[in-house]
């Protein structure tokens, strides 16, 4: 909970000290994470073992001109991958689940298209073992955090303010308290997510 008091304060807390030179848009997101890990201390993870989970948050928009904005966002996002795949959907999964704050810039290339991209930091929330009949709770002591990542993506907002979102964050940090270098382990993450700004 302070994990998630302390990103909203990031991001709202921001946007007020511009509030009186921008015409600010709110909106929410949500949509679908495939998550894995990238690095070498297990080796590459394939791509078969991607964790399917959710994300779900809040944004500002905030026009700087009228073809660019800064965004900064919100979100839990649920990430790690799979350690075993079932052909019944009851996969055994690794996972750590973090409150991200990315502050992206848009760049809108025609009406309602853009691109985006920018830094991100993720909070740690949760990391467990959850499999069909039993979840193990990892010690959190083991992991970093903070995880610093970058974002790109891509999007259409329609009239009337819902927009169609894709995006892929790579992370920069080792999940790993404490490893550097060769065996780092990273999180990388494809998200498509759906969403509604206030105009």
Do not use: C, H, W
């Not at 996969?91 to 991209?117: C, H, M, R, S, W």
């Amino acid at each position: 909970m302070k994990k998630l008091f302390f990103a909203a304060i990031l991001v709202f807390g921001t946007t007020s000290l511009i509030q009186a030179q921008s015409e600010l848009a709110f909106g929410i997101k949500g949509g679908v994470n495939f998550s894995n890990l990238t690095g070498d201390r297990f080796g590459e993870f394939d791509d078969d073992s991607a964790r399917t989970s959710f994300n779900l948050g809040a944004l500002v928009e905030i026009p700087v001109t009228e073809k660019f904005a800064i965004q900064p966002e919100v979100f839990y996002s649920g990430q790690g991958f799979d350690l075993i795949q079932r052909d019944n959907d009851q996969d055994t999964e690794f996972q750590l689940n973090y409150i991200n704050v990315p502050v992206l810039a848009k760049i809108y290339l025609v009406q309602g298209l853009y691109l985006e991209a920018g830094p991100q930091v993720g909070f740690l929330v949760d990391s467990k073992i959850e499999g069909p009949n039993a979840t193990l709770g990892l010690n959190e002591d083991n992991f970093n955090d903070i995880d610093f990542a970058g974002a790109v993506g891509v999007g259409y907002k329609f009239n009337g303010g819902m927009y169609l979102n894709a995006r892929y964050t790579q992370g920069f940090t080792d999940i790993y308290d404490g490893e550097t270098g060769d065996n780092a382990t990273k999180n990388g993450v494809f998200a498509a997510s759906l969403g509604f700004i206030f105009n």
